[in-house]
């Protein structure tokens, strides 16, 4: 199967049929509706790096289905080398771009299915893996965009889906027929969804005995009937809109282009359906799939904050503080907490353990200590950005002042620093950092892959607070005659240890 071109990526959008709202309206273009564009052009880019004979390396794998190259957005981890290419691929796209590129929920959520759907035909003697694996080998011959879909809207927080208000605050069964199932609710802060093929389903929380409607798995296409997509509003998203110095990265967006997914009775065939029931393994199947995605954040923000950095060590340029030692420091903070958190998801790739359906998973304790570290550097890296572009990013004038002639000497004459460099140019990668590191930016840092809390209460298991007390004492009482202590790595759940899922 030849790998689609990015050209082919966008036509194949326009084939669909989806029911799409932007900006409260009904959109029958989506691919160039100006909101959304940025964000295809992003998923585009992800196509066609894959297409650069340099970049192969860590955009193609071989599938282990059909031993065929595909792209690395549709296997399945099969080794630690796997799961350091695919941070490698993260970096390298988040350089390329500077945003979100939306594929690695749809990747992730394809191995958390894959890797519980085993789990689940082992305990039950059902068929879902075998199921998944025909639908997996289908998604890789087309090279398809999944969107991964995992947040409810959850409702009434301290509550569990039973005992909802509205049953459909959680995506659940609502009808069964002979050849397949109705689910309906929805889906929140879905990344890539609209400009996506097809949208895998999965439960968004551990679900007791007495859930079984809420513990589905299930793969729908984005405009399979009843489903519906509502476009999320950025931080300065008309921007993008406009010409001139102000429009910040407009061709690549903010973030992934977010959009809640409503399954209004939608039906769903049994062929795709992945998991109907099975409660006790949704907490492992929520696990298995945060855990890769938090490891994931330490790349792709990394290339983000490439490009953020890069920005900034041009703006002192612009200013003419480049060559200052105060400046030079503040600028190798930035990277030291951009390497930091890049080494950290590095080495949880490095050190990751095999599952038992044969894919390898990252080590939990190292990808949460990524993600609860990106929920703090990113926006410290954005401060130090803030601190060294200078007031003027929030006080800058807009691009019209400068096409109105009665003004425009004026802006240009006390906005000027660095004479080598135009004003234009300085309001351009101001504007470039505003966006950045708009709140869209740093809330999606602080809870995409699950909110800070959510890499903690598992952090306190993994940590092994237990063994760490045995070498305390050992060190204090111990003699240096007892038998040397076992290497720490690689991590391994202990027999009895359930993953931790986000409450
Ligand atoms: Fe990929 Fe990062 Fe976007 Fe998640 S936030 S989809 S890991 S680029």
Known sequence: MPLMTPQQYVESLRARRIRAYVAGERVSNVVDHPSVAPHV???A???????RPEHQDVMLATSHLTGERIHRYTHIFQGPDDLIKKLQMLRLLGQATGTCFQRCVGLDALNAVYAASYEVDQQHGTDYHERFRRYLEWVQRQDLMLAGAMTDPKGHRSRRPSEQEDPDAFVRI????SDGVVIRGAKLHNTGGINSHEILVMPGTALRPNEPQYALACAVPVDAEGVVFIFGRQ???TRKLENGCDIGNSRFGIVGGEAMIVFDDVFVPTERVFMDGETAHCGTLVAYFSTWHRANYGACKG?????LIGATAKMTRLLGTEGNSIVRDKLVEMVHMNESTYASAI???AMGYRLPCGSYMVDPLMANATKQNITRHIYLIARLAHDLAGGFLATMPDARALDNPEIAGLVKKYHAANPVFDVMERIRFGRYIENATSVTTLVEAMHGAGSPQTQRIPMIGQARLDEKIAMAERVLYG????PSLPLPRPWRPAPSEKPAADE
Do not use: I, Q
């Open 303 to 307: 290339g983000n904050a490439d490009v």
């Open 41 to 43: 052009n992003t998923a």
């Open 235 to 237: 931080a300065n998203d």
């Open 174 to 177: 609502v009808d069964r027929r």
């Open 479 to 482: 003699d240096d005659d007892e």
């Open 347 to 349: 080495g949880s790739a």
């Open 45 to 51: 880019k992800t196509y066609e790096l894959a297409h």
